[in-house]
């Protein structure tokens, strides 16, 4: 998650440097503001699934010994 965002601050960096314009730039940074929320709910919902697949393979060994 932390490469992520990381790697996001890098792209809008670049933009800033390539950007002759503050719309552009404005843009830019509205955009990943918006997106900031949406890799958090995904990063939720990656750890949930992850959770549930733990479990389900704690049950299938636990099967598998009896």
Do not use: P, W, Y
Not at 1 to 28: P, R, Y
Not at 40 to 52: K, N, S
């Amino acid at each position: 998650m932390h490469d992520v965002v990381c790697d996001a601050n890098l792209l809008v960096s670049h933009i800033q440097t390539a950007s002759g314009s503050n719309e552009l730039l404005g843009t830019a940074t509205k955009q990943f503001v918006a997106q900031e929320n949406t890799i958090e709910c995904t990063a939720q919902a990656i750890q949930r699934l992850e959770q549930l697949a733990d479990g389900l393979h704690e049950q299938f060994a636990t099967a598998g010994d009896m």
